[in-house]
Structure formats: C-alpha cells, structure tokens
C-alpha cells in the first residue's frame, strides 16, 4: 500500500513552491517554540536516549536540525522528494541525515529499520491531515521504526483547531497569507477525532503512555500582532511488551 497519487502530488506542489527563508511556512515556527518544548516532554520518557531519532514528516528539516543537537543520529524523512531536497540545502552543516520516505509503504519502512536499527520517532502534525487510509499505516510505521526499544512522541492538531483555522480561511481580508498555499493545494489540517488517537496506536501494537495538551504555535500573526496558535496535543506512545506495555519510567 502507498498514498495517492493526488496526495504526494499536493505535497510535492506545496513545498516547490513554498519560500525557502526560515518561517515562511506556516508551522514552521522556530525550534524554541516547537521541538525544543517538545523535547523537554519526549527526554523523561524515552526508554533509551542513545537511539538515533527519526523525525518523520520533516519538511524542509529545520526541527530535525535542532533534533541533531541532542540525539547520536537524526534522520529526516518526508513523503516529499522536494522537502527532503530543501532539507538537505538548508543543513549546511551536515548535522542530519535526509531521505524520502512513504510511511505508508511497509516495505520502505522496514527497510530504514534495517539499516537504523530500532529508533526513537518524533512525529509533528503528520496524522491529523493524513486521508483516512492512510492513519493507520502511518501509525504502524511508527510501530516498526520503534522496535523493542523506541519511543515516540507526536504532536497532532485537536478537532477544535479545525474551527481555529475555518475561522482564519473566512477572515473579512481572506486567509492569512501563509495559510493561502495550504488551501490551494488541497491539504486539510485539523481532521481526526480528538478520540481516535489511542484506539489508532493500540491497532499498531502501541500504547498511549503520557499525553496532554500543548498549543501548535504558527509563523502568522493576528492583525494585532499576536502569534496565532492552534489547539493541539502531545502524546507519548511505547511499544506493548509481551507481558503488556512497557513501563513509564517516571
């Protein structure tokens, strides 16, 4: 199984034309704001510390960059050819690794496994805008690249961010400007249930070990100046063990 054909080409149309300057992309919001509050979730639970880490849907890379400073290895991978280019221009300093991946493809997942040995998997904003057939592969992707040992941490837009950004698209002025390039080419944040994140990990051989809620902060800003950020969640899944899941080591 892989994605459409429609999909990976929205994806590949979006990022050919997106701007390359940091923050020109809607949720690319420097590290502070993003992976460097995520990490500070993902560090006390992480089973073992000395994986490399996979950042799976990097975009453009500039969280796996921040990733690279506290992991032995990062890898970034992206359904998008284009991104995963972008990525590798704009690491200079070689400090990560970049390749294009379906995550929906088991077999090209495996296949990193093999040659990366069991890692931890940062997921940002990945599942919420996937197409329905496609959710549960995804999570099983991160179920493989997991391994025995891994842990992940995801970060996915709440349901409420979907009126969040309907909002934002009905603006008197029309859509924020950054926001226009995601409508045009047909993505759609904001689409799983709130309710349907532990029953899709539990159907990937993975449990939901700590979760909570932490807002998406966004490179647009309202008309008054303020940073625009959407409701979110942070979740943090582990592998089921043979006697059950693994243990949270708090």
């Known amino acids: 199984m ?11 149309g979006f990022w050919s034309e997106a701007p390359e300057e940091p923050g020109a992309v809607i949720w690319d919001a420097e590290p502070a704001l993003t992976a460097e509050r995520h990490l500070a979730l993902f560090r006390p639970h992480l089973h073992d510390p000395h994986l490399p880490v996979v950042d ?11 990733l690279a400073e506290h992991f032995p290895r ?4 992206d359904l998008s ?5 972008l990525a590798r221009r704009q690491d200079r300093a070689g400090r990560a690794e970049f390749a294009q991946l379906d995550a929906t493809d ?28 496609d959710r ?3 999570a099983e992707a991160v179920a493989t690249l ?17 009126e969040v950004l309907r909002g934002l698209a009905q603006s008197p002025a029309g859509p924020p400007a950054k926001l226009r390039p ?40 309202t008309p008054e100046g303020e940073r625009i950020e959407l409701p979110a969640w942070w979740l943090m899944v582990g592998p089921d063990g043979p006697d059950g899941p693994l243990p949270d080591p708090r």
């Open 136 to 138: 549960r592969p995804v």
């Open 56 to 66: 799976l849907g990097c975009g453009n890379g500039r969280q796996t960059r921040f």
């Open 146 to 162: 997991l391994g025995s040992r891994g842990r992940a941490f995801l970060v996915e837009l709440a349901e409420s961010a979907k």
């Open 74 to 77: 990062a890898v970034g991978v």
């Open 106 to 133: 088991p077999a090209a997942v495996r296949a990193l496994h093999e040659r990366l040995g069991d890692a931890n998997v940062y997921v940002r904003g990945v599942i919420h805008q996937s197409e329905p057939a």
């Open 81 to 85: 050819g284009t991104a995963v280019e």
């Open 2 to 12: 892989s994605v459409t054909n429609r999909y990976r080409d929205a994806w590949e």
């Open 182 to 221: 995601v409508l045009a080419h047909g993505l759609t944040p904001a689409e799983v249930a709130d309710a349907a994140f532990d029953g899709l990990f539990r159907s990937a051989g993975l449990t939901v070990l700590a979760s909570g809620e932490l807002p998406l902060s966004l490179t647009e800003f």
